[in-house]
């Protein structure tokens, strides 16, 4: 039994990610925390849009902590609900990218992360900083960052195409679109400066990775107070293709190529690119994003 003191707990799992290879995940989280002695409301859902409309009419009880057993997916789920509320968000990994647990240190194995979990519920949360975007059909928040180039295009490709199911899609999806790559224009705001660029990948990141590792911005902090404006000029296929390795090591930043800004606020235009926030669909540009120091407590 932990020392911590009893907790009421909601854990919202979501059960088909990693296309469900890891619905049992749910279950082991919520039988480690009562045995710890907590009191769990447990939330299933037969579809995304009821599971959160459940976890936001938990919260109206005022729990404790929201724990998302997922993928980034249920991260931008807890994101979006906790956003400046201060109630902890706690993250047991389960999806196909887990960026934002990459970030913030957890790691991927199930009793790992049950066990890192319990340990940040001993000694508290810590505070980190989110992105606020804000867009012709509202506004939401994100912790990993905003896409808006290439990313964004496979994105949108994959979740437009009925087969195959799985994560191949994504792979053909990307594909498709290498062979179609072109640079887009730009129209940016930086910090009140307004600029033209020409670019084939952009993103606007709070994290260290997008996509399930990949590192555009690896020196990023997520308790920085500032966001790292990534762009990548025009290229060739062939040059993109001898790069795009390199962003998964995080090698690509000295590239001449590559402009890593430190920014507060940026807004960004562009036609027909449809944005994508932690891998959810925004939709299309114009958006301004925005950073907000200390907007979120996590568990981690």
């Not at 970030?103 to 199930?110: K, R, T, V």
């Not at 799985?166 to 910090?191: K, M, N």
Request: charged share 20%; proline share 6%; glycine share 10%.
């Amino acid at each position: 039994m932990t020392a911590t003191p009893p907790r009421r707990l909601v854990v919202a799992i979501n059960p088909t990610a990693s296309f469900g290879r890891t619905s049992a995940a749910g279950e082991q989280v919520v039988q480690a925390l009562r045995a710890d002695g907590h009191h769990v409301d447990e939330l299933r859902a037969a579809d995304f849009d009821t599971l959160k409309a459940e976890a936001r009419a938990a919260l109206a009880g005022h729990p404790d902590a929201l724990i998302v057993v997922g993928g980034d997916g249920m991260v931008s789920l807890g994101v979006n609900l906790l956003a400046e509320s201060g109630v902890p968000l706690g993250i047991v990994p389960t999806g196909t990218g887990n960026d934002a647990a990459l970030g913030l240190g957890i790691p991927f194995d199930l009793a790992a992360a049950i066990a890192h979990l319990r340990a940040a519920l001993a000694r508290g949360p810590r505070t980190i900083d989110l992105g606020r975007l804000t867009h012709q059909g509202g506004s939401l928040w994100f912790a990993c960052a905003l896409s808006a180039g290439f990313d964004a295009l496979v994105n949108e490709r994959a979740n437009l195409m009925r087969r195959p199911r799985g994560a191949s899609r994504y792979t053909i999806a990307l594909l498709i679109e290498l062979l179609g790559l072109r640079a887009r224009t730009y129209s940016l705001v930086v910090d009140g400066e307004p600029r033209t660029v020409s670019s084939v990948l952009l993103a606007v990141a709070n994290n260290r990775s997008i996509g399930g590792g990949m590192l555009i911005a690896p020196a990023a902090l997520l308790d920085d107070g500032v966001l790292d404006l990534f762009i990548v000029a025009p290229v060739k296929r062939l040059t993109f293709l001898r790069i795009f390795p390199k962003v998964f090591k995080g090698t690509h930043s000295g590239l001449p190529i590559v402009t890593l800004t430190q920014v507060r606020e940026v807004s960004i235009d562009a036609r027909d690119i449809v944005a994508y926030a932690d891998g959810e669909r925004v939709g299309p540009l114009p958006v301004t994003v925005t950073v907000v120091p200390g907007a979120l407590q996590v568990l981690a």
